[in-house]
């Protein structure tokens, strides 16, 4: 007889055991050891039907094709662009890539993104090698100005985003601010008001930090609220 | 003289008072703090993040780097030549052999995870200690690992088996062996043992049973440590 050892939504440490017996499902961060299911990595379990997964609560950015990513140029190379991704590997922006306009071979790369420019771009390709390419070409991809950039962990990013972004334009609505968030975790937060530029940096802040806990849109919706002084609309309810 | 009663007082299966934090360093990408008696081990895991020298690098998975340190005032007064040294490479070494089995880099070519073990304070068994710090600080990262890694030393002083020796116990006139044992809890396997001194067979068989024993106590320890981290700000409701 199978055995579920572990409660839905609970927090686990590599190694503990999650259930016994064979009628329960590994799904990711889990893996099967004999008759046991143990968990590989902090995370929250996820208990679908007879599959059990973890959502992870830390880790490195690891990048994924089809991600859009907020990277800023750390070096340029003949060919193109390198962008630190705020991971273990970097990207490569080629000429072709880089926009709508035709660049010639050995122009001023730094005339289109110099040092430190930060860039949305999405990730076409990663190879095992972990040999990463992106694009510009795409609606909503382009270089960033002003604003400020603030981290949060890659895997906080869904909750940031919320269902469907109602997380995030419930965010946007109230402060006003204009928001991109990356997969990698790097969030760009722009608005001519300072203070309200820096609530809502706090508002994302709070949201990555209380992520697993649950009632967040509500805990979130209340906290602005109460900075803001307005009421505060959500298009979906619950999270 | 039969060694009959321990210098502290303790019972010979009793370890000393311990006590485990995780995220403690606030820039490193995971943490954690290990006490046992005046023994303290801090350690730091950053990573994983590109490998310099690039010659290092290993292009089928990631590597895992430990280093250790003791402070130059963490021992009982001498003072410790601060830089590398024999001992330190050993122990780093070691370190890095036993958190290995357990940990998955696969998805990390080239890459490199970086331990940093280091002891403000120091009375025997920091490679215990540093070892079991260092997996806590693994999982804070997010690392994939198969299993958590604690760590104990055990031994014996004239044929008394006894867990957790102090320096002075090490240092005691007598026939003592000093074994410090790493275990993995959940699969019931040993990563590291070593051993200095003399010691008969079926006690060095029944040392290794007590540091299994021990390791499971230290295993809870880790485990609530590192979900104690989550719940304190499941606080701020």
Same mark, same amino acid.
């Given at each position: ?239 | ?121 120091? *009375? ?13 600080? !693994?999982?804070?990262? =997010? #690392? &994939?690992? +198969? ?30 062996? *000093? ?13 590291? !043992?070593?051993?200095? =001194? #003399? &010691?008969? +067979? ?36």
């Amino acid at each position: 007889m199978s055995k579920l050892l572990i409660k839905d939504k609970e927090i686990t440490v590599p190694g503990e055991v999650l259930a016994e017996g064979m009628d329960y499902l590994p799904g990711i961060g889990t893996y099967r050891e004999g008759q046991t299911i143990r968990a590989s990595r902090i995370g929250l379990v996820n208990i679908d039907g007879r599959a059990i997964k973890l959502i992870p609560l830390a880790g490195r950015y690891e990048p994924k094709r089809g991600d859009t990513i907020i990277g800023f140029i750390k070096e340029i190379i003949m060919s193109g662009w390198l962008i630190d991704l705020d991971s273990p590997y970097h990207a490569m922006l080629s000429l072709k890539d880089a926009g709508s306009e035709y660049i010639a071979k050995g122009a001023d790369l730094t005339k289109y993104y110099t040092f430190g420019d930060y860039v949305v771009c999405k990730i076409t390709q990663v190879t095992t090698q972990k040999l990463v390419d992106v694009t510009m070409k795409g609606p909503g991809l382009r270089k960033l100005y002003g604003g400020r950039i603030i981290k949060i962990n890659t895997h906080k990013v869904p909750r940031v985003i919320g269902k469907k972004g109602s997380m995030v334009s419930m965010v946007k609505q109230a402060t006003g601010s204009k928001v991109i968030v990356g997969q990698n975790g790097t969030t760009w937060v722009q608005n001519d008001d300072p203070k309200m530029e820096l609530l809502t940096v706090k508002t994302i802040e709070k949201i990555a930090e209380e992520s697993h806990i649950s009632g967040l849109t509500d805990r979130i919706k209340k906290f602005l609220e109460k900075e803001t002084g307005k009421k505060v609309e959500t298009k979906v309810e619950g999270e | 003289m039969a060694y009959t009663k321990r210098l502290d007082k303790r019972k010979f299966d009793e370890p000393r008072e311990m006590e485990a934090k995780v995220g403690i360093i606030p820039r490193a990408d995971g943490s954690a703090m290990f006490r046992m008696g005046n023994t303290i081990a801090y350690a730091a895991v950053y990573g994983p993040r590109s490998m310099f020298p690039r010659f290092l690098q290993d292009p089928q998975r990631g590597t895992l780097r430990c280093h250790y340190n003791m402070m130059p005032f963490s021992s009982g007064g001498e003072r410790v030549r601060p830089g590398p040294s024999r001992r330190s490479r050993e122990i780093s070494m070691i370190t890095e052999k036993a958190l290995l089995p357990v940990i998955d880099l696969s998805h990390f070519p080239n890459a490199v995870v970086d331990v940093f073990v280091e002891l403000p304070q120091t *009375d025997s068994g920091t490679r215990c200690a540093g070892i079991t710090a260092a997996a806590m600080a !693994l999982a804070d990262a =997010g #690392i &994939v690992m +198969k299993d958590l890694v604690s760590s104990i030393s055990v031994g014996s002083i004239d044929g008394q088996v006894l867990v957790d020796l102090t320096y002075d116990e090490e240092a005691y006139e007598g026939v003592v062996a *000093d074994i410090p044992v790493a275990y993995l809890p959940g699969s019931e396997k040993l990563t590291l !043992l070593q051993m200095d =001194g #003399i &010691v008969a +067979k079926d006690i060095l068989k029944k040392a290794i049973e007590l540091g299994k024993k021990t390791c499971k106590d230290i295993y809870e320890l880790q485990k609530n440590a590192l979900k104690e981290k989550f719940k304190i700000k499941g606080d701020s409701k």
